[in-house]
């Protein structure tokens, strides 16, 4: 049951999403879109509910719950960066809003990057949070290893992701080269009528 409301949050996530972005700049109702948008956070606390009164009702801890503990505090983390970003495409797509920066490269990209890596730490603070409240809810009444086997991956992904971050510092993205066959062109405009140089 967990996993399928995992499912439906998920689903649910980006139909409300679209929902909102269509009637914010298709439909011409920023408010009512807005209004749609507001309502994301609300599966996730059904899904903590359900986790909840599943555990107290005596279900044995396992996968499930530690998904969705992690899958919450993804959203927590990335949700409204997800939604923020996609209305900043959806606005410049759709309404002739400007056009949204991207990463960039070298320095910017790096910075981006832990940008990012701050996020994924918050969103495994809730998930280890969380999957700790669930260790103590159980007690001794279950087997908790599962739910600590999940509390360990979440601490693995920050771990890669400081990596990854860390990458970026020490060898930094550099832009793309312009169109080699423009370059030529330039040259040749640049050049001494007289001497060809």
């Given at each position: 049951m967990i996993v399928t409301l995992i499912i439906a949050c998920e689903v649910g996530f980006w139909v409300l999403l679209a929902a909102g972005?269509?009637?914010?700049?298709?439909?011409?109702?920023?408010?009512?879109?807005?209004?749609?948008?507001?309502?994301?956070?609300?599966?996730?606390?059904?899904?903590?509910?359900?986790?909840?009164?599943?555990?107290?009702?005596g279900a044995e801890p396992d996968w499930k719950h530690g998904l969705a503990a992690v899958y919450i505090g993804y959203t927590v983390a990335f949700g409204h960066y997800t939604i923020k970003w996609l209305d900043g495409h959806a606005a410049y797509r759709l309404a002739g809003g400007p056009k949204p920066a991207g990463a960039g490269?070298?320095?910017?990209?790096?910075?981006?990057?832990?940008?990012?890596?701050?996020?994924?730490?918050?969103a495994a603070a809730v998930a280890l949070t969380l999957l700790q409240l669930a260790i103590w809810y159980v007690g001794d009444a279950g087997d908790v290893s599962s739910l600590q086997g999940w509390q360990a991956a979440a601490l693995r992904v920050v771990g890669i992701h400081a990596l990854v971050a860390a990458a970026y510092t020490i060898w930094p993205s550099k832009a793309p080269r312009s169109d080699p066959e423009e370059a030529p062109a330039d040259a040749a405009e640049d050049r001494s009528p007289l001497t060809g140089r």
């Amino acid at each position: 049951m967990i996993v399928t409301l995992i499912i439906a949050c998920e689903v649910g996530f980006w139909v409300l999403l679209a929902a909102g972005l269509a009637l914010r700049y298709l439909a011409k109702m920023p408010r009512l879109g807005a209004a749609v948008l507001l309502c994301e956070p609300l599966m996730e606390l059904l899904l903590l509910v359900v986790t909840t009164v599943d555990l107290g009702n005596g279900a044995e801890p396992d996968w499930k719950h530690g998904l969705a503990a992690v899958y919450i505090g993804y959203t927590v983390a990335f949700g409204h960066y997800t939604i923020k970003w996609l209305d900043g495409h959806a606005a410049y797509r759709l309404a002739g809003g400007p056009k949204p920066a991207g990463a960039g490269y070298g320095k910017e990209r790096a910075r981006h990057e832990w940008k990012l890596w701050i996020r994924t730490v918050l969103a495994a603070a809730v998930a280890l949070t969380l999957l700790q409240l669930a260790i103590w809810y159980v007690g001794d009444a279950g087997d908790v290893s599962s739910l600590q086997g999940w509390q360990a991956a979440a601490l693995r992904v920050v771990g890669i992701h400081a990596l990854v971050a860390a990458a970026y510092t020490i060898w930094p993205s550099k832009a793309p080269r312009s169109d080699p066959e423009e370059a030529p062109a330039d040259a040749a405009e640049d050049r001494s009528p007289l001497t060809g140089r």
